[in-house]
């Protein structure tokens, strides 16, 4: 079955990096989209980041735009969100996603597996 595994969050100081990585399982890795989600404390699961099955086509959400940045490794099953000047607002649970096909996806009803998230935390 398909598995998506995040790992890399943590807390960090404000202005500070963290790489968030996802390992995939149970599907052609190469064949599907690939993106990332949050969620904060009471709000709705946000679009973050979205990459196309061969890395040629990448989505941002406007709030992270020049900030973070999405890639994958298909040699290794893996997606990747690299966060750079992080703030306390970026904090929440970010969630690992595959898309329904090859391009990249902003909408939440277009993801067809969860990862079970990670923790991101950035103090002020």
């Known amino acids: 079955q398909v598995q998506l595994v995040e790992s890399g969050g943590g807390l960090v100081l404000h202005g500070g990096s963290l790489k968030l990585s996802c390992a995939a399982s149970?599907?052609?890795?190469?064949?599907?989209?690939m993106g990332w989600f949050r969620q904060a404390p009471g709000k709705e699961r946000e679009f973050v980041a979205g990459?196309?099955?061969?890395?040629?086509?990448?989505y941002y959400a406007d709030s992270v735009k020049g900030r973070f940045t999405i890639s994958r490794d298909n040699a290794k099953n893996t997606v990747y969100l690299q966060m750079n000047i992080l703030s306390p607002e970026d904090t929440a649970v970010y969630f690992c996603?595959?898309?329904?096909?090859?391009?990249?996806?902003?909408?939440?009803?277009?993801?067809?597996?969860w990862g079970q998230g990670t923790q991101v935390t950035v103090s002020s």
């Open positions: 996603a595959r898309a329904a096909g090859r391009m990249p996806v902003r909408q939440l009803n277009q993801i067809t597996n």
């Open positions: 149970g599907f052609t890795f190469r064949n599907y989209a």
């Open positions: 990459i196309s099955y061969a890395a040629g086509t990448t």
